[in-house]
């Protein structure tokens, strides 16, 4: 007689980043200047803008900490395109990806924030740290 034992009851199981992304209402072009990027997080009073290439496609996430070297001298601030900065690059995650694995990833690559991308590589929305530990603490065990 051969016996199996149970497999562990992962929390989260069967939950996607779908389940708990948010929609990323501000976005910039990757040719705008820095000085530009910082009116927009000033204005909206936001930590984080994803970046969007020529095409519409993610092209990254930039803070107002990675823009802070930038901003010491506004020469760099008129001139410097957000594409010569500093900021955080793919690869990105995607809908079907499970949310244990992205809080993982998340973990490792130290990232609050991680932008969630079509297969062809255009915005969906964001997923958070706290959103992706939150619903997996919460999660009912099946």
Excluded at 3 to 20: C, E, M, N
Excluded at 115 to 142: H, N, S
Aim: aromatic share 8%; charged share 20%; proline share 7%.
């Amino acid at each position: 007689m051969t016996t199996h034992s149970p497999q562990p009851v992962r929390p989260g199981y069967g939950l996607t980043v779908a389940d708990a992304m948010d929609p990323c209402d501000y976005q910039i072009a990757d040719d705008s200047t820095v000085d530009q990027a910082n009116d927009v997080l000033r204005g909206a009073d936001i930590e984080y803008l994803l970046v969007r290439d020529h095409d519409g496609r993610c092209e990254g996430l930039v803070t107002r900490t990675g823009l802070h070297p930038f901003l010491a001298s506004s020469w760099y601030t008129e001139r410097t395109a957000i594409s010569a900065t500093s900021h955080q690059r793919g690869p990105f995650a995607w809908p079907t990806m499970g949310l244990a694995l992205a809080a993982f990833a998340m973990r490792i690559k130290h990232l609050a924030v991680w932008p969630v991308v079509d297969e062809d590589g255009y915005i969906l929305g964001v997923l958070t740290a706290a959103r992706a530990t939150g619903l997996l603490a919460v999660t009912p065990i099946p």
